[in-house]
């Protein structure tokens, strides 16, 4: 799919809301459990109201959600380094770059999306103008993680308004001054009943799940988090986008590649962020007599990228909380494999350095770790590989670094993943007209683009009947039924493909073809006969 986008500045700018947004702000910032009924309560009326219908109300929605975020970027940038440590480039990089992009694609295409559709022609059932049309769910929810939260909403927020839906946005409690922005400037955008934002910890979210929505889009973070939420939606039959679960993302090293050039995509992938980034690549299968090479040219990244050491650089971040820099140091302690570089934690300052450990195995305790840690393990070879992944769960992310075709194709076609990226890392989140979306263990559904408005939609079908064709083509099905009216049936019969290493059977296809068409011929004449066109 090849997308052009233009300029976000030239979609117009839509006046900010004034009307209600003080009692909107009072909503979005309460921590009350009845709030969070109130919320749902003001959303879905908004939704029954017809608001979001129109399309052109849904793209001044959409672009509204860009501005939202281009008037407000030192702001945001200001909060993920607050909350993440995160330097200002990768947010630009990641956040900012997606979600105008996302808003650009979905404002130049949401009415073409959302146009009735035909089938494919049949000639027998064309008469009854068989149609699809794309329409919204409903009421929404999104909630997101604390990683990248706002991309992980407001992408999500532009499918859902291009769907025509209420939506209702949960962000992490873990990044409190993100959060508390976002609330402040939702309502100032965004029309503020049909979209809303719950701030609050455990106890609301729980309260959230307890409710009945239309679909459930969420980054859990974790398999164990995201059964729960699972379970909860299961109660009510409401559908998931289930994304993002730890996918475990392998590196498929060929010793023939250039070793410098994937230290370095390899290394960026892993430290952008400080590790925690759900499509990271986690650990790196390389052939046992390349190991040496390919850790010596992870040195030579790494000084590179911090060359006045990582704690005192502006180019890396922190780990959200001292928990989790606790988790991780507690795993890097107990890793059997060697550390080449780095294993520092401070947990009271959040920081836990870039961090290479080679000689590791399978059962290494750094494989079960969402931080600024790369595990190197030596294999065979490529078929050692191979096994290792099929051997685990599905990850979100493949990486193979090789120049070579039959290297790359090999490992694609026997193995399976959310995606699969070849001498890079991370950019087909970026990349327009792709989606996001796992497999198995790391998620179902999609983000992004028309895959995730498609997510938001419910293809409703329609036929719309004429009645003379009860007196010329279907009348068959009334009863009494007859053998005449049973030969009209198999007269309307789809042919099968040929039957595999079978006769031919062409001439009672011939036949078939040719009364179908004599049916719809008298079809037709009495069509028109019918409109006085004859």
């Not at 459990?33 to 109130?38: E, K, N, R, S």
């Not at 475990?248 to 960026?268: E, F």
């Not at 052939?287 to 990582?310: C, I, K, M, T, W």
Request: net charge neutral; with cysteine; aromatic share 10%.
């Amino acid at each position: 799919m090849s997308v052009t986008y233009t300029a976000l500045e030239d979609i117009p700018k839509v006046p900010t809301y004034s009307h209600n947004v003080r009692l909107a702000r009072c909503l979005l910032l309460c921590l009350t459990l009845p709030c969070v009924t109130q919320i749902h309560a003001t959303a879905q009326k908004a939704f029954l109201a017809g608001k979001a219908k129109s399309i052109a109300f849904r793209k001044k929605q959409i672009a509204q959600v860009g501005y939202l975020v281009k008037d407000n970027e030192q702001r945001f940038k200001d909060a993920m380094k607050a909350d993440l440590g995160r330097p200002h480039q990768e947010t630009e990089f990641v956040d900012f770059l997606i979600i105008y992009g996302e808003a650009r694609q979905a404002y130049d295409n949401v009415e073409k999306w959302a146009q009735e559709q035909a089938p494919d022609f049949s000639l027998n059932w064309f008469f009854m103008r068989p149609r699809l049309k794309a329409e919204p769910k409903g009421t929404v929810l999104v909630i997101a993680p604390f990683n990248y939260p706002l991309f992980l909403l407001l992408v999500p927020l532009i499918s859902a308004i291009a769907g025509g839906n209420a939506a209702v946005l949960k962000p992490p409690e873990h990044t409190p001054v993100f959060s508390a922005l976002l609330a402040e400037l939702l309502p100032k955008y965004l029309d503020p009943d049909l979209y809303h934002v719950i701030n609050g910890a455990v106890p609301e979210t729980t309260k959230i799940l307890e409710l009945q929505w239309d679909h459930t889009d969420v980054v859990p973070g974790n398999t164990r988090v995201g059964r729960i939420i699972a379970e909860a939606a299961a109660k009510y039959l409401t559908p998931l986008t289930l994304e993002s679960l730890l996918g475990k993302n392998p590196v498929v090293v060929d010793p023939k590649v250039d070793l410098a050039m994937t230290a370095r995509r390899v290394l960026w992938g892993r430290m952008s962020n400080a590790g925690q980034i759900c499509l990271a690549p986690e650990y790196v299968l390389v052939p046992e007599e390349a190991q040496e090479a390919l850790v010596a040219a992870f040195g030579e990244a790494y000084h590179s990228f911090y060359p006045e050491g990582p704690k005192n650089s502006a180019s890396f971040g922190r780990i959200v909380n001292e928990a989790h820099a606790a988790r991780i140091k507690k795993l890097i302690d107990e890793t059997k494999g060697t550390i080449e570089f780095g294993g520092d934690v401070d947990v009271s300052g959040k920081y836990v350095a870039p961090t290479l450990v080679s000689n590791a195995r399978g059962d290494d305790s750094l494989m079960e770790i969402f931080g600024p840690v790369l595990v190197v393990i030596p294999v065979k070879d490529v078929d050692e590989a191979i096994a290792f992944i099929r051997a685990r769960e599905y990850p979100l992310g493949i990486y193979i670094f090789s120049h070579d075709k039959n290297f790359q194709d090999r490992v694609i076609d026997n193995t399976q993943s959310g995606a699969v990226m070849i001498n890079d890392t991370l950019v087909t989140v970026a990349a327009p007209g792709l989606p996001v979306g796992g497999k198995g263990s790391s998620g179902y559904g999609y983000y992004t683009s028309k895959y995730g408005f498609d997510q938001f939609v419910h293809m409703r079908v329609s036929i719309n009947n004429p009645s003379w064709i009860d007196k010329f083509a279907f009348w068959f099905r009334f009863p009494p039924y007859t053998e005449k009216g049973a030969k009209q049936l198999r007269l309307l019969e789809t042919k099968l493909p040929p039957r595999p290493d079978g006769p031919n059977t062409s001439y009672s296809t011939v036949l078939a073809v040719f009364f179908t068409a004599v049916v719809v011929g008298v079809s037709f004449v009495a069509f028109l006969r019918s409109s006085g066109r004859m």
